[in-house]
């Protein structure tokens, strides 16, 4: 009798432990699933192309149009940038020259013309910088602006780094995208 009831418990304790893995598991699914709508990688074709022609990893590229646009190629921001990656006609206009092309600038509403300037853009400041978050703020703000934080001693640690960002939408602009990096390696890079 004895052995019949602890045998019970013993099938009711395997019991619940198995349906409680199978719920676990079934929850993580779950999540795993909501996080892969909420970070999608739509364009990947296109991201893929100029991730590779300029040297950018994919990740930065989608969490920057994540943060930009949330995938909204037609989206036009308060400040006028226009697209996925959110140029500016005056960023683009300078990205024009230094390609030596010719486009209307219209065609920013044009998810490969924007990725390919966007990525351009992002390679081209990261050879200026060789620091993302650096990177990212120039991104948000402007090369002006940051270089002149840059040469204030209040804004760079002791290896010349931007380390302070008072402007709190380009640090909530950097911390978005760095936060928004982490999810795209997580989902699909690691």
Known sequence: ????????????????????????????????????????????????????????????????????SDFQSNFVGEDGRIGLMQLSKP??????????ASLDEGILYDPATNIEYGAYYLSYLYTEYNRWTTVFAAYATDKETVDKWLSDPEFIDEKGNLEVILDEEVLEFVENVNETIVMYKTLYYS
């Not at 099938?11 to 699933?33: K, T």
């Not at 960023?91 to 030596?100: I, S, V």
């Open 1 to 68: 009798m004895e052995m019949k009831k602890a045998a019970v418990r013993s099938v009711i304790i395997i019991v619940i432990l198995v349906l409680s893995l199978v719920i676990g598991a079934a929850y993580n699914r779950m999540w795993y699933n909501i996080d892969l709508q909420n970070y999608p990688r739509e364009y990947s074709a296109l991201v893929s192309t100029y991730a590779a022609e300029y040297g950018v990893p994919e990740y930065v590229i989608y969490a920057v149009i994540k943060t930009e």
């Open 91 to 100: 960023t683009f206009r300078r990205l024009l020259a230094m390609n030596k």
